[in-house]
């Protein structure tokens, strides 16, 4: 079982208790100062309010993440379509080859 740390982030000025893993610190301070960056350009581009800022930020980092994993299965899917069919042809090329050293032997 993994040990369990009380951390602190800061986003937007505040300061959250969190409690993490020990070993994923680190990429839960890299997700706080995505956050931060993220809110802070919503902020600039004119959205208001904390709670707005959060929920505006909020869905426009779960449409990318959304985006990113249909792209990701996308590419899988046609990845596995190149594979299915490299390995078609390799199963033809050898059962051509088994069939040519039958028709030699004879």
Same mark, same amino acid.
């Given at each position: 079982?993994?040990e369990?740390?009380?951390?602190s ?8 208790q969190?409690?993490?893993p020990t ?12 956050l ?23 869905l426009?980092i ?5 985006t #990113?994993?249909q792209?990701? /299965?996308?590419?899988?899917h %046609? *990845?596995s379509? &190149? #594979?299915?069919a490299?390995? /078609?042809?390799?199963?033809? %090329? *050898?059962?051509? &080859?088994?069939q040519?050293e039958?028709?030699t032997?004879?």
């Amino acid at each position: 079982m993994s040990e369990i740390s009380d951390t602190s982030i800061e986003i937007m000025g505040k300061v959250y208790q969190v409690k993490c893993p020990t070993k994923e610190i680190d990429s839960l301070t890299r997700a706080a100062e995505y956050l931060e960056e993220k809110m802070r350009k919503m902020r600039e581009g004119g959205v208001t309010g904390p709670d707005r800022l959060a929920i505006i930020t909020a869905l426009n980092i779960v449409h990318q993440l959304l985006t #990113l994993e249909q792209q990701k /299965n996308s590419h899988f899917h %046609a *990845l596995s379509q &190149k #594979l299915s069919a490299l390995q /078609n042809k390799v199963e033809d %090329a *050898l059962a051509r &080859k088994v069939q040519w050293e039958l028709s030699t032997e004879e």
